[in-house]
């Protein structure tokens, strides 16, 4: 049974930081490209980062290039958002995905395998 779990979400004030965190069950995460997509209210599913399995190259969207980092722990399973500098409109739903691809993409319709979504708001 394939499951990703993502956690660490919660609410944080404007510049805070937080770290998402996506643990993997029933596959092996490097094996597959991972990507971060977040969903406001209202607004359509968007790419935020990912992670290519074949050399673990991490890509970012404009948006949040700088401020977020995409890291992965092979032991664990896992793989984490750290987000920085954090801004009102980063408030979203974050999901983790997984891909049966080598290079990633932030094209949500590429990914086969979703978590459950971690909520982060961030407001003062």
């Known amino acids: 049974h394939l499951q990703l779990v993502e956690s660490g979400g919660g609410l944080v004030q404007p510049g805070g930081s937080l770290r998402l965190s996506c643990a993997a069950s029933?596959?092996?995460?490097?094996?597959?490209?991972i990507g971060w997509f977040r969903q406001a209210p209202g607004k359509e599913r968007e790419g935020v980062s990912c992670?290519?399995?074949?050399?673990?190259?991490?890509y970012y969207a404009d948006s949040v290039k700088g401020r977020f980092t995409f890291s992965r722990d092979n032991a664990k399973n896992t793989v984490y958002l750290q987000m920085n500098s954090l801004k009102p409109e980063d408030t979203a739903v974050y999901y983790c995905a997984a891909a049966h691809r080598e290079l990633c993409v932030l094209f949500s319709t590429e990914y086969d395998y979703w978590g459950q979504g971690t909520q982060v708001t961030v407001s003062s």
């Open positions: 029933g596959f092996t995460l490097d094996y597959y490209a």
């Open positions: 992670i290519s399995s074949s050399d673990g190259s991490t």
